[in-house]
């Protein structure tokens, strides 16, 4: 079993649907939990990042973390046909080197 | 702005050939790294140097070395390219440690 797992889709969903992106993990020790957005032929880029439990809001995107039951999730309100990518979720402990590990992305398609 | 930058952005390699991809980052971050991406394998890290002068293992290092030339750049070098290094690498930076800038990529063919 990997450290973090993620659903790779795809998933397609209309133009304005909320989307429900989510990673589940195994080590209780990650405390910081990131959200990468991959789009087509470029480079993954920070999304936003949340430090342990709690929700986290930026513009029409929001992220959870649920520690007790492992599992993160990244909203998008209203979404949009630029939100077609991939969503990498990525977590890491507190201690160390804090390289994180990754999911290994989601493919999002929102169609118009 | 440039962030971080890869030069090639793409290349084709026959077996035993060599090559090294380069990157250089100007967001003045001590960290920097090499992933590769593989579709149904993610993210996996090849080696990454957490400050000038120092360099690790990661997940998938054989057949690859590293060269931390300064603060700015950071390259991967292949010796002999086998097929199985085929992949789409990443080189990322990074100064509060989990939070990379990526670069673009290089879509590397070995064939």
């Known amino acids: 079993q990997k450290e973090v797992e993620q659903d790779p889709g795809p998933l397609s969903v209309p133009e304005g649907a909320i989307v429900s992106l989510n990673c589940t993990y195994s080590n209780s020790a990650f405390q910081y939990f990131m959200w990468y957005r991959q789009y087509s032929r470029k480079g993954p880029e920070l999304l936003m990042y949340t430090y342990s439990s709690g929700n986290k809001e930026d513009g029409r995107f929001t992220a959870q973390v649920d520690k007790s039951s492992k599992y993160i999730s990244l909203f998008i309100r209203d979404s949009q046909p630029s939100d077609s990518a991939t969503y990498l979720c990525?977590?890491?402990?507190?201690?160390?080197?804090?390289?994180?590990?990754f999911g290994r992305g989601t493919s999002l398609i929102v169609h118009p | 702005n440039a962030g971080v930058t890869q030069t090639p952005k793409f290349q084709v390699l026959k077996t035993g050939q060599s090559m090294t991809l380069q990157c250089a980052q100007d967001m003045n971050h001590n960290s920097m790294y090499w992933y590769r991406q593989d579709p149904g394998m993610g993210l996996r890290l090849i080696y990454y140097s957490a400050s000038e002068g120092t360099t690790d293992k990661g997940e998938v290092p054989n057949g690859y070395n590293v060269s931390r030339l300064n603060k700015r750049e950071f390259s991967l070098r292949l010796e002999s390219a086998a097929p199985s290094q085929t992949s789409v690498y990443f080189c990322a930076s990074s100064e509060a440690g989990f939070a990379y800038t990526f670069g673009s990529g290089t879509r590397l063919t070995v064939v």
């Open positions: 990525a977590m890491t402990s507190s201690g160390g080197s804090y390289i994180p590990t």
